[in-house]
């Protein structure tokens, strides 16, 4: 198994406004995209497991065409508010570089 750290060229996250954090994963290669998104790890469960949110509150949106995928979620706190300690949203992405992905 490989780590999505090892499949991914990029791997990172932001904030999609105040309430909610977007995730994106890009590949280089349609090789690499396509075996991802054929293993069915990367899901709106996956999102929800790793980021303690409903799985229906999470927005996975796959983007074929740029070799990419996007999980959107909800903010425990929102940007700058009392207790956030990523304002920027900018860490969030690090829970994902551990998940494998089967050969």
């Known amino acids: 198994m490989a780590k999505l750290r090892d499949l991914a060229k990029v791997c990172k996250s932001k904030n999609a406004g105040p309430f909610e954090v977007t995730?994106?994963?890009?590949?280089?290669?349609?090789?690499?995209?396509?075996?991802?998104?054929?293993?069915?790890?990367i899901n709106e469960?996956?999102?929800?497991r790793l980021y303690g949110v409903d799985p229906k509150a999470v927005l996975y949106t796959p983007?074929?065409?740029?070799?990419?995928?996007?999980?959107?979620?909800p903010r425990r706190i929102s940007s700058g508010d009392v207790g956030d300690t990523d304002v920027y949203g900018a860490q969030q992405h690090a829970p994902l570089l551990d998940v494998e992905i089967p050969d």
């Open 63 to 73: 983007y074929p065409a740029a070799l990419a995928l996007k999980g959107t979620i």
């Open 23 to 41: 995730i994106d994963l890009m590949f280089e290669t349609r090789e690499i995209y396509d075996k991802v998104v054929k293993s069915g790890v």
């Open 45 to 48: 469960q996956l999102f929800a």
